[in-house]
């Protein structure tokens, strides 16, 4: 296959407003600026990634700020004007920078898109992806009340979702869980935690068993694998790990210690879709479902997910909702859509969606090119 070499990268930091605000244990969002890398290969092709964070760092340690920081005066000035034969080396390119994997993951999915686009490939069909159409399910917030909860879970169920998840935290947990249950006896739901709940909550975790959850999302701390392997084993509900597992090391250990029995893969907490490609390969070989996680993601990072989750061991669905579930109007053409829970994996090029440069324009509020590897630090 042909190689790339960036010749420049364009950062667009764009400010989005969700349609509706959406609340986690961790605090309530409804803006975020977002860093739209645009990588620029010599032959004039551009690839597109961006960052999958919020402006705080309340999901993990990084916000856009500090992601847009680390590209530039670290990523980019180690990947710009090199060879760089196939987009999997990426990963081993950055490893010099401690962490930062949703930094590191804005560029070097911008460089897959490239790279498909150079050799006139889907991205789907680059990463080996089998699946023309896959599976999605909707991630709900919490809400003020079960009954609106209730409400919520109805419209989505009736819009064709394939599997529900709720959020939960202390004090909205059990009565909104079975609220749901009540209502929806057959429903696929599952429940997210992001870490609120600690090893004292055990007898309390231990009631969600009753509801016949397809799994619950990181019951436990951000960065825990061993606690969460006492509490698998004391509850019957499959534990799902989203925060704690950053790398393929970190897969391979949690499987090791009986930590989850599934795992959400985000392209971004990973630090890219090569990292991703490995973890979902381990998982697989391992007899271990995946499911591709969301970070409310514009449509580019959106067209990331849906080429990833085309693989085959993506057996269950992910939280890749449609455009029109997170934006007015988002950034690219098509806007993803889905029809009864499925949506179809693109078939031109690259992430087959076109940026749209107007409504780019539109919602940027700064615009930086970067076209030399010269910054203040010794880049190894
Ligand atoms: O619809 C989506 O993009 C998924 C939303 C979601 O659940 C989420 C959004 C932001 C940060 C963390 C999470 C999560 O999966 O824990
Ligand atoms: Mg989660």
Same mark, same amino acid.
């Given at each position: ?11 667009? +930091? ?5 349609? /509706?605000? =959406?609340? @986690? ?26 960052? @999958? ?13 500090? &992601? ?19 987009? %999997? ?16 993951? /804005?560029?070097?999915? &911008?460089?897959?898109?490239? =790279? ?55 004090? &909205? ?9 009540? /209502? =929806? ?12 709940? !600690? %090893?004292?909550?055990?007898?309390? $975790? ?14 436990? /701390? ?6 969460? &392997? !006492? $509490? ?11 925060? *704690? ?9 949690? %499987? ?51 080429? $990833? !989750? *085309? $693989? ?29 829970? #499925? #949506?179809?994996?693109? *078939?031109?090029?690259? #992430? ?10 539109? %919602? !940027? ?6 076209? +030399?590897?010269? +910054? ?5």
């Amino acid at each position: 296959m042909k190689p790339v070499k960036i010749k420049e990268v364009v950062l667009h +930091t764009v400010k989005m407003r969700l349609i /509706a605000p =959406f609340t @986690t244990s961790f605090g309530t969002f409804q803006e975020k600026h977002v860093c739209l890398v645009e990588a620029i290969d010599e032959s004039g092709i551009s690839g597109w990634g961006e960052t @999958t964070t919020s402006d705080e760092p309340y999901y993990n340690e990084e916000t856009t700020h500090t &992601a847009v920081y680390m590209l530039k005066d670290f990523l980019i000035p180690r990947i710009i004007h090199k060879t760089i034969n196939h987009p %999997l080396d990426v990963h081993d390119m950055l490893t010099f920078v401690r962490r930062n994997q949703i930094a590191k993951s /804005a560029i070097e999915t &911008a460089i897959w898109d490239v =790279f498909a686009k150079k050799n006139n490939l889907p991205l789907s069909e680059l990463i080996g992806g089998m699946k023309t159409e896959i599976e999605v399910g909707k991630s709900i917030g919490i809400q003020e009340s079960p009954e609106k909860l209730v409400e919520k879970v109805g419209e989505y169920v009736k819009e064709g979702f394939r599997k529900i998840k709720v959020k939960i935290a202390p004090g &909205a947990d059990l009565d909104y869980i079975e609220a749901v249950r009540k /209502a =929806f006896p057959d429903a696929p739901l599952m429940a997210d935690a992001n870490s609120a709940y !600690t %090893l004292n909550d055990i007898e309390h $975790l231990k009631k969600l068993d009753q509801y016949n959850l397809m799994m619950i999302e990181q019951p436990l /701390a951000h960065d825990d694998i061993i606690d969460h &392997a !006492t $509490l698998q084993r004391e509850i019957q509900t499959p534990i799902c790990l989203d925060e *704690s597992i950053h790398s393929l090391e970190d897969a391979r250990k949690a %499987l090791q210690l009986g930590s989850c029995r599934i795992i959400n893969i985000k392209i971004g907490r990973v630090g890219g879709l090569g990292e991703a490609i490995r973890i979902h390969d381990l998982c697989r070989d391992n007899g271990v479902p995946v499911w591709c996680g969301g970070m409310l993601e514009t449509g580019i990072g959106r067209a990331h997910n849906i080429a $990833l !989750t *085309s $693989l085959s061991n993506f057996t269950i669905p992910g939280d890749t909702a449609p455009s029109s579930h997170y934006w007015d109007e988002d950034i690219i053409e098509p806007e993803v859509t889905m029809d009864l829970g #499925i #949506i179809q994996v693109q *078939s031109g090029p690259g #992430i087959g969606f076109e940026v749209n440069r107007k409504k780019l324009e539109q %919602l !940027t509020i700064e615009k930086e090119r970067i076209t +030399t590897a010269e +910054t203040p630090h010794p880049i190894p």
